[in-house]
């Protein structure tokens, strides 16, 4: 018998939208019980790489394999169901529904939230206290917390976050960060996230998409020195915020 | 402060209010108590009806994006096969093993893709094939129901409603056995073949969905079963129905309607709608053809004539009722309320739409399914990435607001015409009310629904009053959707983006 390594394994994928190629060839490896990143570009294909794990783009070509498990030709509520949680970009909860219903929604067995609510609470005290609010009056950070409250809710063995920080002021940016590296103790994550400072400090491991290609990877604690190649492929801007992260803080 | 929040949460149903509760005032003093009441309680009826076929159309276009054309012809056919099952039931019992067994064929699909799609077939045989299929499909079904004397079956209740004292006289009697038994396993076998071509044999391109076929294996075994049970009391049915307590009977009536119904909408949502999401042209399309199929059977079946469904006995006692609790007891054709003498079953119709609304309303607030609903009218892809299957969402929603028209068809049957246009009719009201009340939004449909109800009521008051053209009180429907559009163009409750 051979230990596991690897929770999730995407094996040179290509998703087309419509007559459009958008992935041509992303391979990314997620270990157990780590934290992986996925940077690159506005448009490199991210967000459409977790959308093919998850089968709600599904990749044509390639194959995708999930806790030893093929997923070619499952649908996305299957391969949720085995136990994948999703954060979607842009705070995508269900505004119509209260606090409470976005949780409840989430449940794939009876009183899963019960079980879990201690711990969502404990990272997200806020929620308790907007419990019967509906989304729509939260605030941004609020639905983003809920956001990813909600893909904790059932028993995900790994949890696929979509730009957790987008648009969140620096002190929350720090909550969100101190609630995933909390989480990550129980569960595996695969992040994707343009903040390079949040990602450098969280992950362990990065992947690099560019146009729709993966075409790099490695240990985080190698890339925050590689300037070079930080600069070829998540643009100038990141440069200032690498100079700024004076050593990593992320890890377990 | 409380007020002021509550004011801005509420504002289009408190000004609708406001703006009912101020006509209604002018209307009782202008019109005195006796018409004012009368008027007010016809459009409720109205009302009523216009809700039933709403509801469908606003849930099914909120969470899927599909405006069903066909829903008008939902509510005709649960009309058709409540009065049918109430006073010749034989009718829908010789129907049903046959439309059991074709639908067990249909389901088959899925059983028979994981086996097909690796059969090795040069390409350019795989269509020519499928096409034979269909060929061979289409003749077996034709050999199937040949001969069987579908207007016999369907016309015992035009002699019925003549001889009503013993509508069991004229009954037309079922195939014998011993020639009928082929008939429902030549359908399966037309309805595999069907399947079987759209599984797209030697296609190795299709994705195969293993789950999918064991659930659908477990459908066709159920389906059997049913094609079995109803062959066997295809010839006694009829008779113990019959003869069982005229309210119970039509309480049976409403769930064989609403069923037949439901069960409709599911079979034309998983083979006509699902193929097409993503072209809705088509789907409007498709559906408007059914729509038009529907109503040319139909006449096939039971000519264009209008048919008067009897009352149940509950509402059929001759007398009037002093009130409400005498009536209760009485089972009277009319009930006194407020001095107004008033047909006691159009009450039943105003129950009966209240309680479809607050049924819905709770359902949607309260339960799983509802919340899913509710979660999928803004996010489908988001509900499946929780792990729920949105597919079969969308088939029990579709089915929902298929069932419901129904149910207010059979509802209606005992007091308005039974009659091919009147798919059309309440269709254009239906629409008319969602876009009054706002895509998408229940609430909406049931304010729309009351508005269309009232105009529709107080336009033909005033038309007769006045001897105007009854044209009036159908355009004042128009006008009010022109006005509610203009002030709202996304309508009343509806999402405003
Ligand atoms: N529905 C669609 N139709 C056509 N093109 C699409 C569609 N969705 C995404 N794309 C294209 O696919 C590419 C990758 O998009 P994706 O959302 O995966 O990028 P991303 O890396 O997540 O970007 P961002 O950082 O801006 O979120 C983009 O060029 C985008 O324009
Ligand atoms: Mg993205």
């Not at chain 1, 009056?137 to 949890?159: C, F, I, P, T």
């Not at chain 1, 990065?206 to 020195?225: C, F, P």
């Not at chain 2, 009310?433 to 005033?462: E, H, K, N, P, Q």
Request: charged share 15%; proline share 4%.
């Amino acid at each position: 018998m051979v230990e596991q390594d690897f929770i999730l394994e995407v094996d040179a994928i290509h998703t087309f939208i419509g007559q459009f190629h958008i992935l041509e060839g992303v391979t990314v490896q997620v270990r157990c019980n780590s934290i992986t990143v996925l940077l690159g570009r506005n448009g490199a294909g991210k967000t459409t790489t977790l959308k093919s794990i998850l089968g709600l783009t599904p990749p044509r070509i390639g194959r995708v394999l999930f806790d030893g498990r093929e997923l070619q030709g499952k649908r996305a509520y299957d391969i949720a169901a085995m136990g994948i949680g999703f954060v979607p970009e842009h705070r995508a909860i269900f505004r119509n529904l209260s606090v409470a219903e976005n949780l409840r929604i989430a449940e794939r067995k009876k009183g899963d939230l019960e079980r879990k609510a201690e711990f969502i609470f404990g990272l997200f005290p806020d929620l308790k206290r907007l419990y019967k609010l509906p989304g729509n009056h939260l605030s941004g950070g609020q639905q983003q917390m809920l956001a990813v409250a909600r893909a904790l809710v059932a028993d995900n063995k790994l949890l696929l976050i979509d730009e957790p920080s987008e648009g969140l002021a620096p002190i929350l940016i720090e909550q969100m960060m101190e609630a995933i590296r909390e989480l990550s103790a129980t569960t595996t994550v695969l992040l994707v996230e343009q903040n390079f400072l949040m990602a450098s400090r969280l992950a362990q491991y990065y992947y690099i998409i560019d146009d729709g290609k993966s075409v790099h990877q490695g240990e985080m604690a190698d890339l925050i020195h590689d300037e070079a190649l930080v600069h070829q492929y998540l643009g100038a801007s990141v440069r200032v915020e690498v100079g700024a992260s004076s050593g990593r803080g992320g890890g377990k | 402060m409380k007020i002021k929040a509550f004011w801005r949460e509420n504002n289009t149903l408190l000004s609708v209010a406001l703006i009912l509760l101020a006509l209604s005032i002018f209307g009782l003093f202008s019109m005195g108590l006796e018409p004012f009441v009368r008027t007010t309680l016809s459009g409720f009826t109205l009302s009523a009806l216009y809700f039933m076929v709403a509801a469908g159309l606003t849930l099914v276009f909120g969470l899927m994006d599909v405006l069903n054309f066909s829903q008008g012809s939902m509510l005709m056919i649960g009309a058709y096969a409540g009065w049918q099952f109430y006073t010749n039931p034989t009718f829908l019992f010789g129907l049903a093993p046959l439309v059991f067994a074709l639908m067990a064929g249909l389901t088959m699909m899925a059983v028979l893709h994981p086996l097909v799609s690796k059969w090795r077939i040069p390409e350019q045989w795989q269509s020519r094939l499928r096409a034979l299929l269909l060929v061979l499909a289409v003749v077996i079904g034709v050999l199937a129901v040949a001969g069987v004397d579908f207007r016999g079956l369907a016309s015992t209740a035009m002699v019925a409603t003549m001889v009503a004292g013993n509508p069991l006289a004229e009954a037309t009697l079922q195939e014998p056995l011993a020639s009928f038994w082929i008939r429902p396993l030549l359908l399966f076998l037309s309805g595999a073949l069907i399947a079987l071509a759209q599984a797209r044999p030697g296609d190795s391109t299709v994705v195969v969905y293993k789950d999918q076929s064991r659930r659908s294996g477990m459908i066709v075994a159920g389906l059997l079963a049913l094609v079995i049970v109803a062959t066997l009391v295809r010839e006694s049915g009829p008779l113990a129905v019959l003869t069982t307590n005229g309210n119970l009977r039509f309480v049976l009536a409403l769930i064989v309607g609403t069923l037949v119904g439901a069960g409709l909408g599911a079979v034309i949502e998983t083979t006509l709608i699902s193929p097409l999401y993503v072209r809705p042209l088509y789907q409007v399309i498709i559906t408007m053809g059914l729509a038009f199929v529907i109503s040319e059977l139909i006449q096939l079946l039971w000519d264009p004539l209008p048919y008067a469904m009897s009352r149940p006995p509950a509402f059929s006692q001759p007398g009037k009722a002093e009130n409400i609790w005498a009536f209760f007891q009485g089972g009277n054709t009319t009930v006194d309320i407020l001095g107004v003498t008033f047909p006691s079953y159009r009450l039943f119709i105003i129950a009966l739409g209240v309680l479809m609304f607050v049924g819905l309303t709770l359902v949607l607030k309260y339960t799983r399914l509802g919340m899913i609903i509710r979660a999928g009218v803004q996010d489908r892809e988001m509900v499946e990435a929780l792990g729920i299957n949105v597919k079969r969402v969308f088939t029990l929603v579709f089915a929902l607001g298929t069932g419901l028209a129904a149910l207010g068809g059979i509802g209606a049957a005992p007091f308005v015409p039974v009659e091919p246009v009147m798919g059309d009719r309440y269709l254009m009201q239906g629409f008319i009310t969602v876009v009054i009340g706002g895509m998408g939004s229940t609430t909406g449909a049931a304010v729309g629904a009351l508005l269309l109800g009232l105009a529709r009521a107080f336009g033909d008051y005033l038309a007769l009053k006045f001897s105007l053209s009854p044209a009036i009180s159908e355009a004042s429907t128009v006008i009010i959707m022109a006005i509610v559009l203009l002030a709202r163009p996304a309508g009343l409750l509806g999402r405003r983006e």
